[in-house]
Structures are given as C-alpha cells and as structure tokens.
Nanobody
Framework: QVQLVESGGGLVQPGGSLRLSCAAS????????MAWYRQAPGKQRELVAT???????NYANSVKGRFTISRDNAKNTVYLQMNKLKPEDTAVYYC????????????WGQGTQVTVSS
C-alpha cells in the first residue's frame, strides 16, 4: 500500500524560509516523478513544483525563483525548500504523484501546514 507522509511546516515570518519533506513508501520511488501541491483556505489545490526522475524540475510562476524541489532516492523522500516566503504562500502543502500511472497518483497524506505571518 502506497503512503505519503509530509512534514516540516510551521509558522514563519514573511521573508523567512522553511524546508518541507515528504516520505514516500509502497513502490519504487526513483522510477517516478513527484510533485508538491498546496491548498489555501477556500481555494482549490494547486500544483507548486514537479521533479522528474532525471532531476528536471517545473515550478508554478508564483513560486519560481523562491522555491526549490529536490529528491533523495536513497531515502524515498522529496523536499521543498521555500525561501522568501510571502503571506500568500500560506496553505496546507501536500506531495503526490503528478501523473496517471504513478503509484502515488491520487494519494494524499495528511499534509503539512505552512503559515506565513508577522
């Protein structure tokens, strides 16, 4: 059974940084792309960043230049380094498989809350 466990969220002031982690289990992690999503109160879940098996990355325009997605295949973990945080980054952050056929596609963990506020 596939599983995703997110961690690393918290309360941070504008301009601050956080590093999120997502531990994946239940399948061969290094064979699949992974992605981070977020959902703010009253809004739909949105794709934030994607990392492919070869290390290529894509970012939403709203986070480009501030966030960095990475992965450690030995630890079955994907990370999201978030710098220069803004209040509009406040959301629950989730990781998942971004494409059909990915074992984690449609699987959601509990998420990790990120709150950016002074």
């Amino acid at each position: 059974q596939v599983q995703l466990v997110e961690s690393g969220g918290g309360l941070v002031q504008p301009g601050g940084s956080l590093r999120l982690s997502c531990a994946a289990s239940g399948s061969i992690f290094n064979s699949f792309a992974m992605a981070w999503y977020r959902q703010a109160p009253g809004k739909q879940r949105e794709l934030v960043a994607t990392i492919f098996t070869g290390g290529d990355t894509n970012y939403a325009n709203s986070v480009k230049g501030r966030f960095t997605i990475s992965r450690d295949n030995a630890k079955n973990t994907v990370y999201l380094q978030m710098n220069k945080l803004k209040p509009e980054d406040t959301a629950v952050y989730y990781c998942s498989g971004p494409f059909p056929g990915n074992p984690w596609y449609g699987t959601w963990g509990q998420g990790t809350q990120v709150t950016v506020s002074s």
